[in-house]
């Protein structure tokens, strides 16, 4: 494979599991050094360990993204050590059990929306003034296509991912013309460790085709990442294998709903 990104520093937040982990994998192989911050330490190492193992460059911050100080002392880290942050891929992302949106408590809908709104600001702030003044940069958010249709059962999930897709377009609009390029990308169904109980109950409603790998989701981020995209800014990317067509999913979230008499 190509190493496109030879000597480019990239950080991947929640880079140690499911979307995040493939994600690091996959820019590791491509040449660039990866910088995971994400919480669980053990993760963190075990994914550091795989990734040298295969002949890349990574290293791990034990990190909560809604931390602004952790935030930026782990960049600060990061600068100092290599002068530059080429990449940043906001992937970090948490979900609360399934309710009903009248049920739901404010902390469970406070904490959604910090890690994934916050985390992705904080992330933004620290790291992208450099790259403006670098006349170079790739940023690419991962939301989800529940910020394009909705989520029963997790509104907090959707509003906030739906909010990434609109903090996307914004700073790609801030950012334009300053060689720093802004790039949503939305996964559909994704056998991830953060979703394993609705992927059972889709899998019975939904055909093959439309549940996707960890390394679909890898594979175009890679893309964003690299310097052949650098005429793709703003762009929304649903990769989903058609889901957004149909409605099972839904289906299969409110029986679960029902069964759980939530």
């Known amino acids: 494979m190509e190493k496109e990104l030879l000597n480019q520093v990239a ?5 140690n599991s499911g979307i995040g982990k ?14 995971i911050l994400a919480r669980n330490k053990n993760r963190n190492e ?10 890349g460059q990574a290293e791990c911050y034990s990190v909560d993204v809604s931390d602004t100080k952790a935030v930026n002392d782990a960049v600060n880290q990061i600068y100092s050590k290599y002068k530059q942050i ?3 891929v906001s992937n970090a992302g948490n979900a ?3 309710e009903y949106a009248t049920k739901m408590s404010v902390e469970n809908f406070q904490s959604v929306l910090k890690t994934h709104l916050l985390g992705a600001f904080n992330c933004v ?3 992208g003034e450099n ?11 991962i939301s989800s296509v529940a910020g394009y249709h909705g989520f029963a059962g997790q509104m907090n999930y959707a509003v906030a991912k739906h909010g990434l897709v609109g903090m996307g377009y914004s700073l790609a609009k801030e950012f334009d013309g300053s060689g720093v390029t802004v790039n949503v990308i939305q996964p559909g169904i994704i056998p ?3 979703c394993e109980g609705v992927i059972e109950v889709a899998k019975e409603e939904l055909s093959p085709e439309r549940i996707g790998k960890p390394e679909d989701i890898a594979y175009a981020t890679a893309f964003f990442c690299s310097p052949r995209a650098g005429f793709m800014n703003g762009t929304p990317l649903v990769i989903d294998g058609g889901l957004v067509l149909e409605t099972s999913v839904d289906r299969a979230v409110k029986q679960l709903l029902k069964n759980n008499s939530l």
Do not use: H
């Not at 493939?22 to 910088?35: H, M």
């Not at 550091?48 to 002949?55: D, H, L, N, S, V």
């Open 11 to 15: 950080i991947v937040t929640g880079g």
């Open 192 to 194: 991830t460790p953060m």
């Open 46 to 55: 075990e994914t550091q360990k795989e990734i040298i193992a295969k002949g």
């Open 131 to 141: 790259m403006r003044k670098r006349k170079y940069g790739r940023i690419v958010i």
């Open 96 to 98: 609360t059990p399934l």
């Open 86 to 88: 080429d990449i940043l």
């Open 22 to 35: 493939a994600i690091s994998c996959e820019l590791a192989l491509r040449g660039a050094t990866v910088a």
């Open 125 to 127: 702030k620290a790291c």
